[in-house]
């Protein structure tokens, strides 16, 4: 790759792990957050719930704004929120204030994450080159939620707020970069197009109000969870048939007869229902039931981030061998042990004996995130990669939310007796939750094998 490439890549997938380590570190900084605004719990759930809404609600219209606005143009404008409002969130007073920020802040995710994929999917050539770039980009991403949690442990013994301010600082300096190095696009050619509204306003509010069902579900009672469900397949209902009869729909239906696209996003959707799931739980074990400190906790997760290394080294020569679909199914496979492996932590469990599962996370997302993402992108036209990318990272966020919801609502469940050891039974329990998700994964990845493998050259395992 040349120069600019590089420079591009590294701007594009410094913006993916910016969004990555502002959902890990949020969730480690909770604790704090609630002592010194004093919110209660309800309250501090809806400082996750409000970026979760905005993120994995308008997601889909972000993907489509940037097809239809200019992907440079919509990545700069969301990178620019992103950026004032997770100031805004560092400088809240109140929960209100917080809770605000956090919503634009994920809605600005929501338009900037799928842009900024997209100026990676047309902008390298598909075959070798896309897919080394794409693996650059899949192992800075996951890095940023494995090492978000150490990060996050670090700047909150300091002050939370440290949380909000961080994204900022990184913020701008991509902003920066990103008006150098990413080149102008000519204007999208909107020929005989219009803004499908109508489809913008029903998917999204389809989607928003199934994740707040979702993401509520561990909180609320079944028949307010079963109403809001029901109420999401009627706007969903309402959208397929808006976009039936539009002219230049938000979303082609047709982009759903690709196979490998819908493995692609249901595989992605259970990757991370079970690594936020996974992930709940170790923070809950080693802090609440060992009494490790934020900072213990968070740098004992820190192998976990092999992943940073690993994923623009290893990856591309096993791919390079194997292909695509192989090393996927190799990553949701280490997933699944990583997660049965951690069944077996005791309460008095050495740091030794849970260091095997730690690594298996970091294998999983070294194996799983770069190829997952090649495979969602791969064969779609280029004017519907923004619209590839939101349906992806929709889907990751609706299994983050739904993996958190599952593992709440087992662990409450399990751990109601008040026995003795119903705390770690608590966590027992609810640890089948993401390994299901995990052993489902590696299910539906086993049918990725009979597609036909993408070839690399060379220069996919070169520098």
């Known amino acids: 790759m040349k120069?600019?490439?590089?420079?591009?890549?590294l701007v594009l997938s410094g913006a993916i792990f910016l969004e990555g380590i502002d959902i890990a570190m949020l969730n480690i900084?909770?604790?704090?957050?609630?002592?010194?605004?004093?919110?209660?719990?309800?309250?501090?759930?809806?400082?996750?719930?409000?970026?979760?809404?905005?993120?994995?609600?308008?997601?889909?219209?972000?993907?489509?704004?940037?097809?239809?606005?200019?992907?440079?143009?919509?990545?700069?404008?969301?990178?620019?929120?992103?950026?004032?409002?997770?100031?805004?969130?560092?400088?809240?007073?109140?929960?209100?204030?917080?809770?605000?920020?956090?919503?634009?802040?994920?809605?600005?995710?929501?338009?900037?994450?799928?842009?900024?994929?997209?100026?990676?999917?047309?902008?390298?050539?598909?075959?070798?080159?896309?897919?080394?770039?794409?693996?650059?980009?899949?192992?800075?991403?996951?890095?940023?939620?494995?090492?978000?949690?150490?990060?996050?442990?670090?700047l909150t013994a300091l002050d939370w707020r440290w949380v909000f301010f961080m994204p900022v600082g990184l913020s701008l300096v991509l902003l920066v970069a990103a008006v150098v190095l990413?080149?102008?696009?000519?204007?999208?050619?909107?020929?005989?197009?219009?803004?499908?509204?109508?489809?913008?306003?029903?998917?999204?509010?389809?989607?928003?109000?199934?994740?707040?069902?979702?993401?509520?579900?561990?909180?609320?009672?079944?028949?307010?969870?079963?109403g809001t469900v029901a109420l999401s397949a009627v706007l969903l209902a309402v959208f397929v048939a808006v976009e039936r009869r539009h002219a230049a729909p938000l979303v082609r239906l047709g982009i759903f007869k690709s196979g490998s696209l819908l493995r692609a996003n249901v595989i992605g959707m259970l990757f991370m229902a079970g690594f936020f799931g996974f992930q709940f739980l170790a923070v809950l074990y080693l802090q609440e039931l060992?009494?490790?400190?934020?900072?213990?906790?968070?740098?004992?997760?820190?192998?976990?981030?092999?992943?940073?290394?690993?994923?623009?080294?290893?990856?591309?020569?096993?791919?390079?061998r194997f292909g695509n679909a192989p090393v996927l199914l190799?990553?949701?496979?280490?997933?699944?042990?990583?997660?049965?492996?951690?069944?077996?932590?005791?309460?008095?469990?050495?740091?030794?004996?849970?260091?095997?599962?730690?690594?298996?996370?970091?294998?999983?997302?070294?194996?799983?995130?770069?190829?997952?993402?090649?495979?969602?992108?791969?064969?779609?036209?280029?004017?519907?990669?923004?619209?590839?990318g939101g349906l992806l990272y929709t889907s990751f966020q609706f299994g983050a939310a739904l993996g958190l919801a599952g593992v709440a609502a087992v662990n409450v469940a399990a751990t109601a007796s008040g026995e003795p050891g119903a705390l770690l039974d608590g966590y027992r329990a609810a640890l089948l939750v993401p390994l299901a998700a995990a052993v489902v994964a590696v299910a539906v990845g086993v049918f990725n094998l009979g597609r036909k493998r993408v070839a690399a050259e060379p220069e996919l395992v070169s520098a």
């Open 29 to 154: 900084a909770l604790p704090s957050i609630r002592d010194d605004l004093g919110l209660s719990t309800g309250s501090l759930q809806w400082v996750v719930s409000a970026y979760v809404l905005g993120y994995g609600g308008f997601m889909l219209l972000g993907g489509r704004a940037a097809d239809i606005l200019g992907r440079r143009r919509v990545f700069l404008a969301a990178l620019l929120v992103f950026l004032l409002f997770s100031g805004l969130g560092g400088l809240a007073e109140d929960g209100a204030v917080l809770v605000a920020a956090r919503f634009v802040t994920g809605l600005a995710a929501a338009f900037m994450t799928p842009a900024g994929l997209s100026i990676i999917t047309t902008g390298f050539e598909e075959g070798p080159k896309r897919d080394r770039a794409l693996m650059i980009y899949g192992a800075i991403g996951a890095g940023g939620f494995t090492l978000g949690m150490v990060i996050g442990g670090l």
């Open 182 to 226: 990413i080149p102008r696009q000519a204007p999208p050619d909107r020929t005989g197009q219009r803004f499908d509204l109508l489809g913008g306003l029903t998917v999204t509010a389809a989607v928003v109000v199934l994740v707040l069902g979702v993401e509520r579900a561990a909180h609320v009672g079944i028949g307010w969870t079963a």
């Open 330 to 388: 190799a990553g949701l496979a280490s997933a699944a042990i990583a997660f049965a492996l951690f069944l077996t932590a005791g309460h008095d469990s050495t740091y030794w004996e849970l260091l095997p599962s730690l690594v298996f996370v970091g294998l999983a997302f070294t194996l799983a995130y770069g190829p997952m993402t090649i495979i969602a992108t791969n064969g779609i036209p280029e004017e519907e990669q923004g619209l590839a």
């Open 3 to 9: 120069a600019r490439e590089w420079g591009v890549l």
């Open 290 to 320: 060992r009494g490790w400190t934020t900072i213990e906790a968070s740098l004992a997760m820190l192998v976990m981030g092999i992943d940073v290394a690993l994923a623009p080294t290893l990856t591309p020569k096993l791919v390079r």
